[in-house]
């Protein structure tokens, strides 16, 4: 009926206007003021499907949708792709092109769609990206915007400092500073102590401008709050305020409503941690009634609660954090406190908020259940942060850069460990274990599984191929940048590596669309639970998991058929003894007094960290422990903890009574031991012995090295000049064991190994996901690398896991050459004999200790250093006697069994 009307009314405007032309009726019709805003956007739609009106189509589109958007923006949306369908770019109307497609992306971002955002910025750079022009800016300005919004701080940095370049060759320092004031905000929201130096650069820039250009009153407003916030999240609360304050007699003088209500927002919180609780409450009241966007109205709902928490009126905080998460998800009815579902959270566009409001929401459960010994709330804590759990992996799979990755694992982590303690509190040691081992190396596991998802998706070798050029392009620019010591160059690499970076990211988000099953795949990597890793456990293993929170440090204990959960407190007081200990290891003894000082640090530090042991040993007999360590546990030899006072040191060491080996995670070990690959050969090393690189001296020691390798056979050595990283890489995969003997370290830069000709650093082997079953590194500091909460030490011994190397031989410190090539030599004549990997490691050192009973080179200085870290499983290199001893068995039993039936049956 609808559509009759308006056709009839069609009719009737074009007989009755005569010769007027189509802007001419659509003018009247916009004009009108009998229609309502409905009944002419009904009107202006059917007028688009008359012929009549293409030639003016993009021209009504573009004009109605700037006129209808603050009340209509689903309608504004489809009059902007109305514009934009059919749309013939020539040099009369690529201007009206570019002003539909910004006006789009501004319409998508109020539409909260960042998705469609960022897909339509990145067609229009791609385009348009040698035009300067004011509509690429904004493209630019609308990318930084969304990524922010959806979490991905790093890279809405990046489109801003493009920004900031541009802006600076142009001189246009209005822009400029909105760009340095966008950059702030970035800062504050990704981490204001690890951007603080940078947070002053750009402070002092600002001030600069000012001599060259008078800023406008918003702005001045905005850079105000981003001073109050940045003060006050580095505790310099009086600073703050005289910001925000600032602030607000600017946004008062002038009117500007929107940030005097985030100004008062933002002073509750300060007045809050200055405990003026009243004063805090009275600016969220005024608050309230300015509200002019939604996320605001949450806001202040989130901080009420907050303020009835330190009050301890539970109840009216729970109330007020559900509000808070109603506000976000559009809920009409914010009443009770039943949990949202997570369908439900998975739509909205406010997702970074939400999880935020959830984590509080969760803490007001547990403050509630600990006040009245309730342990249904305690347990709707735990249910809480599950949801919040689940939405911050969301969160995670929309972010594809690494960097950012690392933010959300770092920020998860922060969850994990709430999660770890209610599940303590609760007793659930299989939800305990489940965060504990996700805390680890989530994305470590994506990384070992992508290859798989693109073999089970099928993605072609071309496309593979492709990836890795684009990827291996970004990483060349990016080195680039860090060698380059001219500053006329370096804006333009910056460029460059943001054009590698988008061009890489758009492929990768093409993949999505082409082979929507790969991602599919991806996702689907599973952290294990517990009873799935016990499964895998052998009847003697132990599996040690360790997890720091703020105040403990929790240990996950499991065997094949049973879980303990243990808390050990004092986390800080254990983590300056860990520090203490690793400084006594780097270090070897001189005199029997530091021989006896190490020995009682040791054993305090068994007790703490083997709570289950009693002062009684015997449970270690005839046992293989597996260790997954966190934080500054990680650079710790746990065969170095004394299990006694009594005996002998080098009886005591735990060495002496057990093996070890290392994991970075218990899915990670799984999906090692679970890997079944056939190499071509067997051995491969590499040992440059010199250097082009003058910094680094000549390898002394070299030519035991490869005397080390003497009890090995089908072995192929590369020396010298052959040692180059090509070779490696070209080698890397093909055979079974690796050696790689050279320098390594960490320094200032990222974690290295050295080639004859270059380095090998980190990240560099992203693409290698070949493997090899065990890579030794006999080089310095392998194992060691910056620490990231949530993902462990970025290390090169990490690199070789996360490119499919099952295990792999690192150190922890600068080794002592000789020692190291000793206790090498003896480990490869285990694994020759078929010892698997941590007894062959174990019996080399105890035998190197035996070696050197009652002198200095005993120090676990010497010995301690080298671990095993992934799979035990031993390798078979070529046929040992005893394996032709039995295949001998195996063949000639069943013949000569066969020969004696024959006759038999012949007689």
């Known amino acids: 009926m609808r559509k009759v009307i308006s056709i ?84 009369k109307n690529k ?78 320092y209005r822009r400029l500073l909105k760009t340095y004031i966008n950059i702030l905000q970035c800062y504050i929201s990704y981490d204001s102590h690890i951007y603080s130096q940078d947070f002053y650069t750009y402070v002092n820039k600002i001030e600069q401008l000012k001599i060259k250009y008078e800023f406008p009153i918003t702005d001045r407003v905005r850079y105000k709050i981003n001073l109050g916030y940045f003060f006050d999240e580095i505790e310099m609360y009086q600073k703050a305020l005289e910001s925000y304050n600032q602030a607000l007699f600017l946004s008062l003088e002038h009117s500007l409503s929107k940030y005097v209500c985030s100004i008062y927002i933002d002073l509750s919180v300060l007045y809050k941690k200055l405990n003026n609780l009243d004063i805090s409450r009275d600016f969220l009241k005024n608050a309230l009634p300015l509200v002019t966007e939604e996320f605001q109205k949450a806001a202040i709902y989130n901080n009420m609660a907050e303020l009835n928490l330190l009050e301890e009126d539970y109840p009216k905080a729970i109330e007020n954090f559900h509000k808070a998460i109603s506000v976000v998800l559009q809920n009409d009815n914010p009443e009770g406190n039943d949990l949202p579902n997570f369908e439900e959270m998975s739509l909205t566009s406010q997702k970074v908020d939400l999880i935020g409001y959830l984590v509080d929401y969760a803490r007001a459960w547990q403050e509630y259940g600990k006040a009245e010994n309730n342990k249904e709330y305690t347990q709707k804590a735990l249910e809480t942060l599950e949801l919040a759990d689940q939405l911050m992996d969301l969160v995670y799979f929309e972010n594809r850069e690494e960097l950012s990755k690392l933010f959300w694992r770092e920020k998860g982590n922060e969850l994990y460990n709430k999660a770890v303690t209610l599940a303590y509190q609760l007793d659930q040691k299989g939800k305990a274990f489940y965060y504990i081992e996700k805390s680890k190396a989530q994305l470590l596991l994506e990384n070992l599984t992508d290859f798989e998802a693109k073999q089970l998706a099928g993605l072609p070798e071309s496309v593979i191929n492709k990836e890795f050029k684009l990827f291996q392009s970004y990483n060349n620019s990016k080195q680039l940048l860090k060698d380059s010591q001219g500053d006329s160059l370096i804006d333009i690499l910056k460029d460059e590596i943001y054009s590698k970076r988008e061009a890489y990211n758009q492929f990768i988000d093409s993949l999505e669309i082409s082979y929507p099953s790969y991602f599919n795949y991806k996702r689907e990597l599973q952290v294990q639970d517990a009873s799935k890793v016990q499964q895998l456990l052998r009847p003697d293993e132990l599996l040690l998991q360790y997890k720091f929170t703020k105040n403990d440090l929790y240990l996950s204990l499991l065997t094949r058929k049973m879980i303990k959960l243990y808390k050990i407190p004092n986390a800080e007081g254990l983590k300056k003894s860990l520090v203490i200990y690793r400084e006594m290891l780097k270090k070897p003894f001189v005199n029997q007094t530091d021989n006896d000082n190490f020995q009682k640090h040791a054993y305090k530090l068994y007790q703490q960290l083997f709570p289950f042991v009693n002062q009684n040993e015997s449970w270690l007999k005839n046992k293989k422990l597996i260790v997954v360590a966190d934080d500054v546990l990680q650079n710790i030899p746990f065969e170095t903890l004394a299990v006694s006072l009594q005996q002998p040191l080098e009886h005591a060491y735990l060495l002496q009574h057990t093996e070890i080996s ?62 180059t990283k090509n070779h490696f890489i070209e080698a890397y995969g093909k055979y079974k064991v690796m050696h790689i003997s050279t320098h390594g370290g960490v320094g200032s830069s990222n974690p290295w190994l050295a080639f004859y000709d270059e380095k090998l650093e980190l990240g560099q082997m992203y693409f290698s996901q070949e493997g090899a079953e065990l890579v030794v590194l006999s080089a310095c500091q392998t194992a060691q690398g910056e620490y990231k909460k949530g993902e462990g030490v970025m290390s090169i011994a990490r690199d070789f896991i996360n490119s499919g190397t099952n295990s792999v031989v690192a150190s922890l410190w600068n080794i002592d050459q000789k020692a190291n090539q000793e206790i090498i030599a003896l480990f490869y004549k285990n694994i020759k004999s078929g010892k698997n990997k941590s007894l062959a490691l174990a019996q080399a050192k105890r035998q190197y200790l035996q070696n050197h009973t009652n002198t200095s080179k005993a120090s676990p200085y010497y010995w301690s250093a080298i671990s095993l870290i992934g799979s035990d499983a031993p390798v078979i290199l070529g046929y040992s006697k005893s394996y032709l001893y039995i295949l001998l068995v195996l063949v000639l039993v069943p013949l000569l069994g066969y020969i004696y039936w024959k006759r038999i049956k012949e007689v």
Do not use: W
Request: some cysteine; glycine content about 2%.
């Open 8 to 91: 009839l009314f069609i009719t009737y405007t074009i007989s009755t206007i005569g010769q007027k032309n189509p802007i001419e009726i659509y003018t009247s019709i916009k004009s009108d003021t009998t229609l309502t805003r409905e009944q002419k956007i009904d009107r202006i739609k059917d007028l688009l499907d008359d012929e009549k009106f293409n030639q003016f189509r993009d021209t009504i589109c573009y004009d109605f949708s700037r006129k209808i958007y603050k009340t209509h923006i689903k309608e504004a949306i489809y009059f902007s792709k109305k514009a934009q369908e059919k749309f013939s770019i020539t040099t």
């Open 95 to 172: 201007d009206l092109y570019k002003r539909i497609l910004t006006n789009l992306t501004f319409f998508y971002y109020r539409d909260h769609n960042y998705n469609e955002v960022l897909k339509l910025a990145n067609s229009f750079i791609a385009q348009f990206e040698q035009e300067e022009d004011r509509y690429l800016r904004q493209m630019y300005e609308r990318k930084g915007q969304a990524f922010r919004t959806k979490g991905n701080i790093l890279l809405a940095l990046e489109s801003y400092y493009k920004l900031e370049r541009i802006f600076n060759r142009q001189n246009n």
């Open 662 to 723: 290392y994991a970075l995670s218990s899915s990670t070990l799984i999906k090692s031991k679970n890997k079944r690959k056939k190499y071509a050969n067997d051995f491969y090393a590499i040992v440059p012995q010199i250097f082009k690189d003058s910094t680094l001296s000549k390898l002394r020691f070299s030519d035991n090295s490869i005397e080390a390798m003497s009890s090995l056979s089908n072995k192929e050595i590369a020396k010298k000049h052959q040692a």
